[in-house]
């Protein structure tokens, strides 16, 4: 699998599971059992790349739907989708900085962290 490939698929996943067509375990497993997995483990390079480094992330993130110790947010999916199609440049950073926002935000709201 090429970065281009592994690209357009983490694209595809997210914009299924954005639109409720693929549930979390879907969207999981899809991705577990694909090439990006192969990508991930063996070929991203992350030191000098930053493609390699948002799908890595974004895999990662996937991989987390469906775990009960860790909140994969929609918003956190969302990112990632405006990254794939261009309308933001990947920054884990400014990601990690949005999330903390949006849990602040869900626990003023709610007196809790959701």
Do not use: W
Request: net charge negative; charged share 25%; hydrophobic share 30%.
């Amino acid at each position: 699998m090429t970065q281009e490939e592994a690209i357009k698929f983490m694209n595809h996943i997210i914009q299924e599971y954005l639109a409720q067509k693929i549930t979390r375990i879907q969207a999981r497993e899809q991705v577990l059992y694909s090439d990006v997995t192969n990508y991930v483990n063996y070929e991203v390079d992350l030191d000098t790349d930053p493609n390699d480094l948002l799908i890595a992330d974004c895999y990662y993130t996937v991989m987390h739907l469906t775990h009960t110790d860790y909140e994969t947010t929609d918003e956190e999916m969302k990112y990632f989708s405006e990254c794939f199609n261009g309308k933001r440049i990947y920054n884990m950073d400014e990601k990690n900085a949005m999330l903390r926002e949006y849990y602040a935000t869900q626990k003023n709201t709610n007196g809790t962290a959701q």
